[in-house]
């Protein structure tokens, strides 16, 4: 069964920091890139970063870009978002979901996933 596990997200005041995880299993973790996505209420889901783990291939976007750093463990299987300086507009749910790579390096991009995880709400306060 795959399943794609996030978790530490929490409530932080502005400027805090946060790192979320998301676990990986029942596919190959190599085969994958991982990204992450994020909803606020009322607004569109949003990509926010990738990796893939075997290349080591990242991609920001520009809101979360200076401030966060995406890494993985592939010991592990689970990729890690670090998440610094975060503010009110960071509230939202972070999903994390995972693409076959099917071009080397991988390039990032935020349409057709093939599995998604549950996510784990990160909320910021003024």
């Known amino acids: 069964e795959v399943q794609l596990q996030a978790s530490g997200g929490g409530l932080v005041q502005a400027g805090g920091s946060l790192r979320l995880s998301c676990a990986a299993s029942?596919?190959?973790?190599?085969?994958?890139?991982i990204n992450w996505f994020r909803q606020a209420p009322g607004k569109e889901r949003e990509g926010v970063s990738c990796?893939?783990?075997?290349?080591?291939?990242?991609y920001y976007a520009d809101s979360v870009e200076g401030r966060s750093t995406v890494s993985s463990d592939n010991a592990k299987n689970t990729v890690y978002l670090q998440m610094n300086s975060l503010n009110p507009e960071d509230t939202a749910v972070y999903y994390c979901?995972?693409?076959?790579?099917?071009?080397?390096?991988?390039?990032?991009?935020?349409?057709?996933?093939?599995?998604w995880g549950k996510g784990t709400q990160v909320t910021v306060s003024s």
């Open positions: 029942g596919f190959t973790f190599d085969d994958y890139a």
């Open positions: 990796i893939s783990p075997s290349d080591g291939t990242t």
């Open positions: 979901a995972a693409i076959v790579i099917v071009t080397t390096p991988h390039v990032c991009g935020f349409y057709g996933m093939d599995y």
